[in-house]
């Protein structure tokens, strides 16, 4: 089975520091999502890209999160500084133009 | 905006019971629409979809409805099993590039 590939599964960091999360997404899948996930918000949705290009960003707190896809294989989350609320899993998913997302395993990233 | 809204957010049932989960959506625009399964500590995955050229696909135990004038799907799960509990979560998109809503989950639970 195809795989989307997440970096690192668990991260513990102390608050002020940079995070970042990395994602390989499905070969040939040209739709990239970043969603974070908690247990009171469900999936919320804090960016995509379609063909590397970003499409939608604005679920993301801009002051502290960004996110590239700087080759077709990678996408990446970073988030600097990092605050305790930043706490959550945070899932990269691939698709095929918007069908049938393919979520990786997720990161699970523990500010404290 | 678009949105998705998923109702009940939590449902029992006893083991071999059917299951049932409804959707209802805002964007009349959207034809596509998935089912995710999501078991506790794993990736959201994708378990059935439908499109809005049919009303009713089924595999196996699971099945979907679609009622596009009313705006609402629904996920039937019969004859229910333990491994059946998980947080289901539907969605909505438009083909063509925009991106999917998410409903807020059900969390099912199969008593056995």
């Known amino acids: 089975d195809a795989r989307v590939t997440q970096t690192p599964r668990h991260k513990v960091t102390e608050m002020g520091q940079e995070v970042t999360m990395r994602c390989q997404p499905i070969?040939?899948?040209?739709?990239v999502f970043w969603y974070r996930q908690t247990m009171m918000q469900g999936l919320e949705l804090l960016a995509y890209?379609?063909?590397?290009?970003?499409?939608?960003d604005s679920g993301m707190p801009k002051d502290r999160f960004s996110a590239e896809m700087p080759d077709a294989t990678l996408a990446t989350l970073k988030i600097q500084p990092s605050e305790p609320r930043d706490s959550a899993v945070y899932f990269c998913a691939s698709a095929e133009l918007n069908y049938g997302y393919t979520f990786g395993s997720g990161t699970r990233l523990t500010v404290v | 905006g678009e949105n998705v809204e998923q109702h009940p957010s939590t449902l029992s049932v006893q083991e071999g019971d059917s299951a049932v989960i409804k959707c209802t959506y805002s964007d009349s625009a959207s034809n596509y629409f998935p089912w995710y399964k999501q078991e506790l500590g794993k990736r959201p995955q994708l378990i059935i979809d439908i499109r809005s050229n049919v009303g009713e696909k089924k595999d196996q135990r699971i099945a979907v409805t679609l009622n596009k004038t009313a705006k609402h799907f629904s996920l039937h799960i019969t004859e229910t099993q333990p491994e059946d509990s998980a947080v289901y979560f539907c969605a909505a998109s438009r083909s063509g590039g925009f991106k999917t809503i998410f409903g807020a989950g059900t969390r099912l639970f199969v008593k056995a």
């Open positions: 890209f379609r063909n590397r290009a970003p499409l939608d």
């Open positions: 070969l040939g899948h040209n739709t």
